[in-house]
């Protein structure tokens, strides 16, 4: 089956920085790629995903990447606040199965300083 | 809209009681999950729910008993559960089993005693 690793699995910066975070995956028939942004006490939250036909979307401050060849992707957010501080998960799936199973990464603790 | 619902919040119990977890959606969405979360860890597939029919168990024990009364509910029916089973557990939803993006709720805080 499909196994995902994601890196780091803490990460600290200060406000105003980059940060990144990576996944690689097992599969090469996975082809839809999602990040989940989870606060304390919530629900996992979609915020951008990619399917294998695109190598990179934007959205505002969050970007995602994704090289196939190397079955990696990754999530890069801009500018960080605060408020980004939470925990990062990333997950790989195959579009055309009958229910659309992830696979999530161990996830990322983002900590962002004021 | 994205939201799904779950109800209770957090819910205590004991070993011998049976209780239901709740979940709604009014996306019009005809795949439905359920998963469980430990902390620090990612969410667990428990169940997948295809037009109100059951696609998925994922080997879960049938102390866990999911329920689709209609496209826009789903329960989860817990009797006889064990301390290890207390959990984070989360209900998704998802516009059609074909398509991925799957919208979570905020969860139901479990702790049995």
């Known amino acids: 089956g499909e196994n995902v690793e994601q890196h780091p699995s803490t990460l600290s910066v200060q406000e105003g920085d980059s940060a990144v975070i990576k996944c690689t995956y097992s599969?090469?028939?996975?082809?839809?790629f999602p990040w989940y942004k989870q606060e304390l006490g919530k629900g996992p939250q979609l915020i951008i995903d990619?399917?294998?036909?695109?190598g990179e979307k934007k959205d505002q401050r969050i970007a995602v990447t994704l090289n196939k060849t190397a079955k990696h992707f990754s999530l890069h957010i801009t500018e960080t606040q605060p408020e980004d501080s939470a925990v990062y998960f990333c997950a790989a799936s195959m579009v055309g199965t009958s229910y659309g199973k992830l696979t999530f990464g161990q996830g990322t603790i983002l900590t962002v300083h004021p | 809209d994205t939201e799904v619902t779950q109800t209770p919040k957090h819910l205590v119990m004991g070993m011998t009681n049976k209780k239901s977890l709740k979940c709604e959606q009014h996306m019009g969405h005809r795949a439905m999950y359920w998963y469980k979360q430990k902390a620090k860890k990612p969410p667990e597939l428990m169940f997948v729910?295809?037009?109100?029919?059951?696609?998925i168990n994922e080997s879960v024990p049938s102390r866990f008993s999911p329920e689709c009364p209609n496209s826009s509910l789903l329960n989860l029916h817990l009797h006889a559960l064990q301390p290890e089973d207390s959990a984070l557990y989360l209900c998704a939803s998802s516009p059609s089993p074909g398509k991925h993006e799957q919208y979570f709720g905020p969860g139901t805080r479990l702790t049995v005693t």
């Open positions: 990619i399917r294998s036909n695109v």
């Open positions: 729910y295809s037009y109100e029919k059951l696609s």
């Open positions: 599969d090469s028939a996975s082809n839809y």
